[in-house]
């Protein structure tokens, strides 16, 4: 009986392409897993940034209420908790950020943490003109930390 070239041939080049294509698809949930991960580091960036302003948030107040201050205080304490799942879901899955990442939030709460202290000793800003502060609360510390966060996060992409 006399095999067919023509079939073997087929066979070989099917199965070169099915070679080829593992490459590919590795390629594939690499880039997957890569862009998954940078959202999440974006997301525990942006609980960060969030708390930073919230010294502005709460200096510019429209009133000075219960109904303000709880609403303001509410916010605070969901960006820390936002901050906290972040900071544990980097422990279990991206460890080598989780140290840059809490350093950024101790530096974020202690640099805001004291001018949300201090925003609060104001009065509430009644007026359009008001609103421009004028002065923006430093935040050197926490982008120096927020820096070398994001090249941590950078390298483990």
């Keep these: 009986m006399r095999i067919s070239t ?14 080829r ?5 590795r390629l594939n949930q690499r880039a997957v ?13 942006t609980a960060v940034e969030e ?4 010294p502005y948030r709460i200096r510019r107040r429209p009133e000075s209420s219960s ?7 509410d916010e605070v304490s969901s960006l820390l908790a936002r901050m906290a799942f972040h900071q544990a879901w980097l422990q279990i ?18 640099e805001s943490g004291a001018q949300m202290s201090l925003a609060w000793q104001q009065p509430p800003i009644t007026t359009d003109s008001g609103m421009n502060l004028g002065i923006p609360y ?3 510390r926490s982008n120096a930390a927020r820096a070398t966060c994001i090249e941590v996060m950078r390298r483990h992409l």
């Design 6 to 19: 023509g079939g073997c041939d087929r066979l070989c080049k099917l199965r070169k392409g099915t070679l």
């Design 93 to 110: 899955e991206a460890t080598t950020v989780a140290g840059p990442y809490a350093a950024l939030v101790a530096t974020a709460r202690a």
């Design 67 to 73: 109904a303000v201050r709880q609403q303001l205080t």
């Design 138 to 140: 430093p935040r050197d």
């Design 51 to 54: 708390y930073l302003e919230m």
């Design 33 to 45: 897993r890569r862009e998954r991960r940078a959202k999440i580091f974006a997301e525990a960036l």
């Design 21 to 25: 294509c593992l490459p590919d698809l």
